[in-house]
């Protein structure tokens, strides 16, 4: 079965002016995979993760064709929100808008508290969020006293401890510097280990790539390309979306008639591997 299945979806919200927020969208998100999203601002990211949380339906209205499966079931056949919560589960690029206690392992265990889960497994499930991304001795802090990246890995943590398969997040490192950035990841990378199934919308491909099986690429409600390696070939649809060094290359090729070698959105090794490649050709 696959974590997520979706077949021609479009959406236009009500009060959208022209056109729809997602046009013929088809793709599915295996058990166990970490599927990346990208694409400008506009495109319709947001969107596809409401979509695949039942956000859309639930929550906001518009017209929508298609169909959206989680873990085999339309989403229109969950009760509510709440009862999608415990298959999939989404985290938001603002920590403010998502932790509600004052400490942190009461943040933690709010989740399945609400599940109304028996008491000793509400207390396993905070240990075991505390001890896998590293929060033992946060228990009693503040939540909104935390830096920006320990907030996100309460989000995550609380989210983990719902038990979720899958989990979508969406930007979570927008508003971070380099090592709240570096906490995400890190935290993401538990969640891998664990098995969970990762859907992430992301601007920092590159930190993103590291980790994701695929990249998802959409551009104005379309999916452009799923890419199953990480690499880009860039014949243009990635300008603005991959990192300057990339486009630049990308571009060089390009001029030079090179068609034939992709260009790996990841890592400045590759770079300087393309740049080497470019050399040994003669092209400057
Ligand atoms: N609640 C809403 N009501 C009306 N239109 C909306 C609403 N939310 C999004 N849209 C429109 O739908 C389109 C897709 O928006 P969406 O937020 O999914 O894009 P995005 O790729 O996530 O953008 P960003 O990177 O800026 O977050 C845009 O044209 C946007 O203006």
Redesign the pocket.
């Known amino acids: 079965m696959k974590a997520i299945e979706i077949e021609g979806l479009s959406f236009q919200?009500r009060?959208?002016e022209a056109g729809y927020?997602l046009e013929d969208v088809s793709l599915n998100v295996e058990e166990g995979e970490f599927l990346g999203i990208v694409?400008?601002?506009?495109?319709?990211?947001?969107?596809?993760l409401s979509a695949m949380s039942g956000v859309i339906p639930h929550h906001?209205n518009g017209e929508k064709e298609g169909v959206v499966h989680v873990k085999g079931k339309p989403v229109e056949e969950y009760a509510s929100l709440y009862e999608m919560a415990v298959d999939v589960s989404l985290v938001l690029d603002s920590p403010e808008n998502q932790l509600f206690n004052l400490h942190v392992f009461d943040e933690i265990i709010w989740g399945p508290e609400n599940l109304g889960l028996d008491r000793e497994e509400i207390l396993d499930r905070g240990n075991r969020a505390l001890e896998l991304f590293g929060l033992e001795g946060f228990e009693d802090r503040i939540t909104y006293n935390l830096s920006g990246g320990e907030k996100q890995k309460v989000a995550i943590a609380s989210i983990y401890a719902l038990n979720p398969d899958i989990v979508l997040l969406d930007?979570p490192t927008s508003q971070l510097d380099p090592i709240g950035t570096e906490m995400v990841f890190e935290a993401i990378d538990k969640l891998i280990e664990e098995g969970v199934t990762i859907v992430m919308?992301e601007h920092k491909i590159e930190e993103m790539a590291k980790y994701a099986d695929r990249i998802a690429v959409?551009q104005d409600?379309s999916l452009r390309r799923v890419d199953e390696t990480c690499s880009f070939f860039l014949e243009g649809d990635a300008h603005g979306i991959a990192p300057p060094q990339v486009t630049e290359l990308g571009q060089r090729l390009r001029e030079a008639g090179v068609d034939d070698v992709a260009v790996p959105l990841t890592l400045n090794e590759s770079i300087d591997e393309y740049t080497r490649l470019l050399q040994r050709r003669g092209i400057k």
């Open positions: 919200y009060n959208q927020a694409g400008e601002t506009g495109a319709g990211k947001t969107t596809l906001t930007e919308v959409l409600g």
